[in-house]
């Protein structure tokens, strides 16, 4: 149990009715999670509004409501408590909490449009290898030392941050990776959080459909930096046009990574294959196990960031040279028949420009590349257009397919896709719906030294199709597909 007014702590609290002493045993912002004791926070979203269910908080149990408008009818043995912000509450509620586990830790924040999962995870594994207990707040997954645990969202909630980073500090953890989403940052998530360090990747087109504009997505990315104090550090890709902008009003240390600007942290691509990259970076060479210019620039994010959290430099090349790619990111396969099957999370224009110029560059141009490509329901319908034309440019083959329809018919996906591709490159296209027809078509169509791209899930396990979840996991498939067309 805890006392209300201690997890208040740092809360901006315009009114208060009923008593702040009282016992609290655990905070809920979902009304069906409501148990007898309970602080309920009334939360706004963009589907339903907590304020909306007070009233069923307080049948189930609730002994204090946190809201920003006070109820017209208030219970007499319920405190209510009238915030500015109740996303910002719940950040500092569940801090307070939890006793304030971020600033027990080394805790770096990750964000950008595309990047974010390969550069913490690889730093989760880096530091492992260090010989660090670490922890990792991912998209993929949530780690804690030994520990993983499946993750929701790109960024939890913020119990659920606060929650695992807790379980870090009991377990002995000393650093955590954390990606940070724009929506994490836009819905103050990670408001009560001690970072140590931010590192930006990258910004391009994404997540339109929750931004009304690019410079509101920007600006909220930019307010992450702006948040962190002194005593953190701010690592940011020159290269990328807002690199800079990140970095204007922020009080942390500046420092800057590129592949093509004077830099703090300076790389150049010696060579690149199917089988790695051979680096310099400032002035020493080293080969990783990572694949394409983008990933440079990931490579490139965590040699700085191991830097300046303390590693030394020539350790942190040595430990750079025996990464692991991360699941979904570019993971290849090459089937008995000669066929390299390429699977990555690429599901917005960029990353898929990225990936295909990657290949690109590394191919002879004597093999034929195919590229199966969706865009996911009720996400950014302006990106489905540039999705395509991309893949068919870039491509000898375009197969259009679903990703994670969702609720939406995915038919008209597809529909809004095609408005992308070009007349020119209409014979190259095919359109196929279903996700598993789609890749075995590609598998089909391909011969040895052919080239497959399956873009768009990477990692995911799931298809989500009116809303119901069903198995699919796109290396699992074009595996499987290949084995039996050797047979």
């Avoid at 790389?267 to 196990?289: F, M, P």
Wanted: hydrophobic share 40%.
């Amino acid at each position: 149990m805890k006392v209300l007014k201690d997890i208040l702590y740092k809360v901006a609290i315009e009114s208060v009715k009923g008593s702040t002493d009282v016992a609290i045993q655990k905070i809920e912002f979902d009304s069906r999670k409501v148990e007898t004791n309970d602080v309920f926070v009334a939360i706004r979203g963009s589907l339903s509004d907590g304020h909306n269910y007070i009233e069923k908080a307080i049948e189930l149990g609730a002994k204090a409501i946190i809201c920003d408008t006070l109820p017209a009818n208030t219970a007499n043995d319920v405190t209510y408590i009238q915030v500015k912000d109740t996303n910002a509450a719940l950040a500092f509620m569940a801090a307070n909490y939890f006793g304030d586990p971020s600033a027990k830790l080394k805790l770096v924040g990750v964000t950008g449009t595309n990047g974010k999962t390969t550069i913490a995870s690889l730093l989760f594994q880096l530091f492992e290898k260090a010989g660090f207990k670490v922890g990792l707040l991912s998209t993929v997954k949530i780690v804690v030392d030994k520990t993983e645990y499946p993750a929701t969202h790109t960024t939890p909630d913020s119990l659920t941050i606060n929650h695992y980073l807790n379980e870090m500090v009991e377990a002995g953890v000393t650093h955590c990776f954390m990606e940070v989403s724009s929506h994490g940052i836009h819905q103050k998530r990670t408001e009560a959080l001690h970072f140590v360090g931010g590192i930006f990747t990258n910004l391009s087109h994404d997540h339109l459909d929750y931004h009304p504009t690019f410079a509101e997505y920007r600006d909220v990315k930019k307010s992450f930096f702006d948040s962190l104090p002194k005593s953190a550090f701010v690592l940011s890709n020159i290269d990328d046009k807002n690199g800079s902008v990140m970095l204007q009003n922020t009080v942390a240390k500046k420092l800057t990574y590129a592949l093509k600007s004077y830099a703090d942290y300076r790389a150049q691509i010696l060579e690149s294959q199917l089988s790695g990259l051979l680096l310099k970076i400032n002035d020493n060479e080293v080969w990783v196990k990572l694949i394409g210019t983008f990933n440079a620039y990931n490579v490139l994010a965590i040699y700085g960031t191991a830097v300046e959290l303390g590693i030394d430099s020539l350790e942190a090349l040595r430990l750079l040279s025996d990464l692991e790619s991360v699941s979904g990111r570019f993971q290849y396969i090459v089937s008995d028949g000669g066929i390299t099957a390429v699977v990555d999370y690429a599901h917005t224009p960029d990353a898929l420009e990225n990936v295909l110029k990657t290949i690109n560059d590394i191919r002879t141009k004597n093999e034929q590349l195919i590229t199966v490509v969706g865009c996911g329901g009720n996400r950014d319908k302006t990106k489905r257009p540039i999705m395509a034309k991309i893949a068919s440019d870039l491509s000898d083959k375009a197969v259009l397919t679903s990703d994670n329809p969702r609720n939406e018919d995915p038919e008209v996906i597809l529909d809004e896709m095609e408005q992308g591709v070009e007349a020119h490159n209409y014979k190259k296209m095919l359109r196929i719906t279903d996700r598993k027809q789609a890749i075995k078509t590609a598998c089909q169509l391909a011969q040895a030294k052919d080239i497959i791209l399956i873009a768009g899930k990477g990692h995911e396990t799931y298809q989500e199709i009116s809303g119901v979840r069903h198995h699919f996991d796109d290396m699992e498939t074009v595996k499987e597909i290949l084995e039996q067309l050797n047979k």
